[in-house]
């Protein structure tokens, strides 16, 4: 946690204070039942209040479509920062790209999101065609029930593991045999290439950061080396801190970001109940997320009135 005498107002009981400093909390990548979560808009922002958050952003997969739910439904005392986080593809290995404050009505950008939408369905089809040529009894009926009006995903298809008895958990069913980027059932999709994703994302005005870019448990990671080039061509910053990564990659991480001039994030990737991480988690340092919010033009947070 980090303290700043900014925000204020009235602190939730669970948030500590040093010196009479207001302890401020922001966590900049959450999901929503838009995308692959199990919160609905509307609840992720009261949960994250009652969690005592002061800022926490809505970033689904691929889409905006919980934005304007999480605003109409914002507690007071809460910022809601809009973003997303963009499916991502560079030789061969996927990536996320988390995009912040950027203008969701800027065309070349709308339509990268559109296409990507678009192909989730076949390869989740194609995903449980593989599972059911390995001996699973899933249906995609099943996925379909689950996922509900959500950009169905991975997640989804773990859930449904899960409710087989295949996995414990669905963390678990991101391994080799299984969901891994290199599993068994993997099925690619439309990606952006991250480079585009960086140009569109700066021309809608927002501020991208790579997440979770040294997450080895997920599958492969892109070298060291792309993080460098990604950094030369726009950047903005990566996430460090992230239940994904161990303290030694976060160390390297952050050395990294030093060499690059690149911001560093904290943020729990939370998604309900389908995974263990907890809103607030982790966290992003102020002052970083005062500079997100200075390089970002296309869109401005929103202050919670009590919705």
Request: glycine share 10%; with cysteine; aromatic share 4%.
């Amino acid at each position: 946690m980090y303290l700043s005498p900014v925000f204020p107002g009235p602190r939730p009981p669970s948030v500590p204070q040093q010196s009479g400093v207001r302890v401020v909390r922001i966590d900049l990548h959450t999901h929503s039942t838009a995308s692959d979560g199990t919160d609905t808009p509307a609840e992720l922002v009261r949960n994250a209040a009652a969690g005592g958050l002061d800022v926490v952003a809505l970033t689904d997969h691929d889409t905006v479509g919980g934005h304007a739910e999480a605003r109409a439904a914002l507690p007071a005392g809460l910022t809601l920062i809009t973003g997303a986080e963009l499916s991502c593809r560079l030789d061969g290995v996927s990536l996320h790209m988390l995009a912040y404050l950027f203008d969701p009505e800027e065309p070349e950008l709308a339509r990268e999101r559109e296409l990507v939408r678009d192909d989730r369905v076949p390869r989740a089809q194609g995903m449980v065609a593989k599972l059911r040529d390995l001996g699973v009894p899933i249906t995609w009926e099943q996925v379909a029930r689950i996922a509900g009006d959500g950009a169905v995903g991975r997640p989804h298809i773990a859930t449904a593991l899960v409710d087989l008895g295949v996995v414990p958990s669905v963390s678990d069913a991101f391994c080799a045999d299984w969901l891994a980027n290199d599993g068994r059932a993997y099925v690619e999709k439309h990606e952006l290439d991250p480079f585009d994703a960086i140009r569109l994302v700066k021309a809608a005005g927002g501020v991208t950061v790579f997440a979770h870019p040294l997450a080895v448990k997920r599958g492969s990671c892109v070298p060291e080396s792309a993080i460098a080039e990604l950094a030369a061509a726009g950047l903005d910053g990566i996430e460090v801190d992230h239940m994904d990564h161990d303290a030694p990659t976060r160390a390297r991480l952050r050395g990294m970001a030093a060499d690059l001039g690149l911001l560093t994030t904290g943020s729990s990737d939370y998604h309900g109940s389908r995974k263990t991480c907890r809103l607030g988690e982790y966290t992003t340092d102020p002052e970083i997320y005062g500079e997100i919010v200075r390089r970002a033009t296309g869109a401005f947070p929103v202050p919670g009135t009590g919705g």
